[in-house]
């Protein structure tokens, strides 16, 4: 059974996003770690969580897509957001031991002009700095659509970050329809060479889970602007293609679609059809 659900807001707790999900005919789902603008989290309600994961098994929710703040940016020129960031990465991912062996996905970072090596080296230096032997988490550098001075574009960039990561088997790749087309892969008429070439400089054991977003923009775009399933550029057809591809159909899928829960509720069903 296809393992898809969507991005639900948090703020009700835990099992308020397992019911979310279930209602919505999701079987995993994302959500923000804390206000996706930064700033502190709520403290972890521990009988919320133990519900929850009671929940979670009765309804076979799995595979969780956490969503790190878009202010975590670990390869700023200011040394204090820097600092920030980390701090944020270091706290989420204790908090997501609470929910243990699900994912914690983030965008690599924007280098705000210092250069792609510098960032990349920074971001490199944060991760190190911050995984740790016992964490039951996998963390996930998402594909980035290449807008400003982002970070993780191509899949050389990703690589070059994974293959520098000391607990490599901590780390791995989220990959983002939007951001690859809008970052110059084509996947509506070249879906198994963009496969192949990930799996060449990356490779697809490290892929562990999808964002399923249309796009607003052509190819190569790099602006970085989601549509709904099959009203943008990448269309509908491509985009079940992505869901039963034999590489990826058993990952989860995960919609940043710009819906409401009716929306989301259709667009999962309708990819279940696929
Ligand atoms: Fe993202
Ligand atoms: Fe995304
Ligand atoms: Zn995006």
Redesign the pocket.
């Known amino acids: 059974m296809l393992r898809i659900g969507c991005h639900l807001p948090s703020s009700k707790g835990y099992l308020a996003m397992g019911k979310h999900a279930v209602k919505l005919g999701a079987n995993t789902f994302a959500f923000f770690t804390r206000n996706p603008r930064g700033g502190a989290a709520k403290p972890i309600d521990e009988m919320d969580v133990k519900a929850f994961l009671d929940y979670a098994k009765a309804h076979d929710i799995d595979r969780l897509v956490a969503h790190a703040p878009y202010t975590m940016n670990l390869c700023s020129a200011k040394p204090e957001i820097r600092q920030f960031g980390k701090e944020m990465l270091q706290d989420d991912l204790r908090r997501m031991e609470y929910t243990p062996n699900q994912y914690y996905n983030f965008h690599p970072g924007s280098h705000t002009g210092q250069g792609v090596e510098t960032g990349i080296r920074q971001i490199i230096d944060a991760l190190n700095e911050s995984l740790f032997p016992e964490q039951s988490t996998t963390v996930l550098l998402e594909t980035m ?1 290449g807008k400003g001075s982002e970070i993780g574009r191509s899949f050389e960039e990703l690589h070059e970050i994974l293959d520098s990561i000391t607990l490599s088997e901590k780390i791995g790749v989220c990959l ?1 329809t ?2 690859i087309w809008e970052g110059g892969y084509d996947i509506i008429h070249n879906l198994d060479d963009v496969l192949n070439e990930f799996d060449h400089i990356i490779g697809l054991s490290r892929l562990y889970a999808v ?1 399923l ?1 249309d796009s607003m923009n052509p190819l190569s775009a790099h602006k ?1 602007r ?1 549509q709904k399933i099959g009203q943008g550029q990448i269309g509908a057809e491509a985009l079940r293609h992505v869901v039963t591809h034999p590489v990826l159909r058993d990952l989860p899928f995960i919609l ?1 679609t710009p819906n409401d829960d009716e929306g989301y509720a259709a667009e999962i069903a309708l990819l279940r059809k696929a």
């Open positions: 659509a983002d939007c951001h964002h977003n970085d989601h940043e």
